[in-house]
């Protein structure tokens, strides 16, 4: 299938934060049929993030994107790696319009139920639950 134009500018700037951390010590990305990661991002663990998408490039802070995390709503734990697929699909259609989205949605968050961002909430409920 032919990568929409969104995605693609979505994914090159994930391409280009992970060759910024591989001049910084990172080490060569994996690559899972479409999709590429970049593991032990020096500039994530700078900001704190464990893991983020752009498009079709995951990038995490961590050396082993296989770790379990806990869940938005604290309720269990869930692969790291399941969980940045699971925006990977959110992306299709949308490239970096999905940006657009889940803005939309981190303002309605405070008006939640749940007080999660409904595509992390989404993310996480299409990962197998570890207790
Ligand atoms: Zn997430």
């Not at 010590?25 to 704190?48: K, V």
């Not at 699971?86 to 889940?102: E, N, S, T």
Request: aromatic residues 12%; glycine residues 8%.
């Amino acid at each position: 299938m032919l990568m929409d134009l969104g995605t693609a500018t979505a994914s090159w700037l994930g391409h280009l934060l992970g060759k910024a951390g591989q001049w910084l010590g990172a080490p060569p990305p994996d690559r899972y049929e479409r999709i590429t990661e970049y593991r032990s991002n020096p500039i994530l663990a700078r900001m704190r993030l464990s893991g983020i998408v752009f498009g079709n490039v995951v990038l995490y802070s961590v050396d082993d994107p296989a770790v379990r995390v806990p869940r938005y709503d604290r309720q269990g734990c869930i692969g790291l790696r399941e969980h940045e697929w699971a925006h990977v699909a959110q992306y299709q259609g949308w490239g970096a319009l999905f940006w657009v989205k889940y803005l939309a949605a981190e303002v309605a968050r405070p008006f939640s139920v749940s007080r999660v961002n409904r595509y992390e909430m989404q993310a996480d409920d299409s990962c197998r639950k570890w207790v």
